[in-house]
């Protein structure tokens, strides 16, 4: 018997809501996103020159406590990705958002490696991890047929997070100094993305009354529950037994070491 996708089902109309919802949660996921760039690397990458100075800690230091603090964010990571499932990603982007208010407020008054070790802690495990992972979670509950096409737009949130946030913090930099800067982030993750987040943010299509792509199905149940598993796809414990897992996990992780490297000291390779 050939299997049934859930992206084309042929004996299955479908009746599309105009109130559907999901292009808002996709906005909120890429402002997420976008708006993680204070923790990511290249974000962080402008203040390290003016902070080593300030606070007389040297560059092997420097990168040695953004090291560990991007060690904390990966196990943050293994404990949050269990609570997305049973929390949902409207109140993990709401705690992220608060935590990464947190951090940034911390860099702001550091006088010493500790408070810098804590605030990139804060940051690199609520910021860069915590809040993009819980985003990136969101958009696959809304959407199924349209999902490439969303996470494609997604991605370009990333890319131009990239693109603005370093020249956007240079300018702050320049303007009120690293503390300033960093302040600046605080107050917009906190009044700003915190509300949003915790008022506009919701789970899954079926908490609202809502479907996947904005489209009720209408048809044979057989189909349906045949699409319903077709999407259930592998658990937790099944995909730690395959090879390919663990593939692609090496291909994420030893790029991102190289990248992390080369763009915390960026600034100094290009100006020595």
Known sequence: MPRISPVNLPSMRQLTRPDFSGWLMLLLASAAVFFSGPGQTYGVSTFVDPMIEELEISRSVFSTLYSVGTLCSAVGLMVMGRQIDRWGSSAVMTLAAVGFAI???????????????IGFAFIRSFGQ????????????????????RAFSLLGLASTFSLALIPPFHERLISWLGWRGAWQVDAIFIALVLTPVFYLLVKNRPEDVGQYPDGRRPIGDEAVAAASADAERGMTLKQAFRTTSFWGLVGASVVPSLVVTGLAFNQVAIFTD
């Open 103 to 117: 951090g940034t407020l911390t860099l702001s008054l550091a006088t010493g490696p500790v408070m810098v070790l």
């Open 129 to 148: 991890g915590i809040l993009s992972l819980a985003a990136r979670t969101l958009v696959p509950q809304w959407f199924v047929s349209q999902r490439g």
